[in-house]
């Protein structure tokens, strides 16, 4: 069975501090891929990023990094510099191409406070 | 292109009742899923369609609850009747090409049953 664990469901932090969500994931297959979504207050989910499980590099994206290690079945999420415009709740899941299923985390509410 | 469409954004019914919702997927996406999130039990995949056809519903709670997708821009998750453990958001998102892609989520309904 397939699992994503986000164990912080809730994190605080102060503008421009730097802010790691985690995401633990399990799964037996060997092809998945792993997701970040944000939902802002707004409440609409919006993609981030997608890593397939052959590919464990680290990806940059301006503040944000993700942080793949398949040794320790995590794929954290780290925000530099955080601010206000961060706050929102922050989804991982895993889709496993076998079984075309999608699982996502219980997600970790950020707030940035000014 | 406008995105993932959903109406109504709000609902309000009363036990027992027929609850519609329905769904206008990106044009040229042919993906469709259909996910409902409570603070219980997290965002949770129901059903997806693959060029409109129903593939796996196995998320789909009870006989209850019902999908149908007519047409590539046109889907309907349809509860009958209605209880008040069915309040919940609902959002339908889309993607392209592959059941693992990005996946494009609406503003989603909230629904309470009274």
């Known amino acids: 069975a397939q699992k994503v664990t986000q164990a912080q469901t809730e994190i605080s932090v102060v503008e421009k501090e730097d802010v790691t969500l985690d995401c633990v994931y399990e799964?037996?297959?060997?092809?998945?891929?792993l997701f970040w979504y944000k939902q802002p207050p707004s409440g609409e989910l919006v993609f981030l990023i997608r890593?397939?499980?052959?590919?464990?590099q680290n990806e940059i994206s301006g503040r944000y990094s993700w942080n793949f290690q398949k040794s320790t079945s995590s794929f954290n999420f780290t925000i530099t510099a955080s601010q206000v415009v961060d706050s929102a709740v922050y989804f991982c899941?895993?889709?496993?191409?076998?079984?075309?299923?999608?699982?996502f985390g219980a997600g970790t509410r950020l707030t940035v406070k000014p | 292109d406008a995105g993932v469409i959903q109406s109504p954004r709000h609902e309000v019914t009363e036990m027992g009742q027929e609850v519609t919702l329905r769904c206008k997927p990106i044009?040229?996406?042919?993906?469709l899923f259909w996910y409902r999130q409570t603070m219980m039990r997290g965002l949770e995949l129901l059903i997806y369609?693959?060029?409109?056809?129903?593939?796996?519903d196995s998320g789909m709670p009870e006989d209850r609850f019902s999908a149908k997708m007519p047409n590539a821009s046109f889907s309907t998750l349809k509860i009958q009747p209605s209880e008040p453990r069915d309040s919940a958001v609902y959002f339908c998102?889309?993607?392209?090409?592959?059941?693992?892609?990005?996946?494009?989520f609406g503003p989603g309904t909230r629904l309470t049953v009274l």
């Open positions: 044009s040229g996406h042919d993906y």
């Open positions: 799964t037996r297959d060997t092809t998945y891929y």
């Open positions: 890593r397939n499980s052959f590919d464990e």
């Open positions: 899941a895993l889709s496993v191409v076998n079984n075309n299923d999608m699982r």
């Open positions: 998102a889309s993607s392209f090409g592959r059941f693992y892609n990005e996946q494009f």
């Open positions: 369609f693959n060029n409109n056809v129903p593939i796996d």
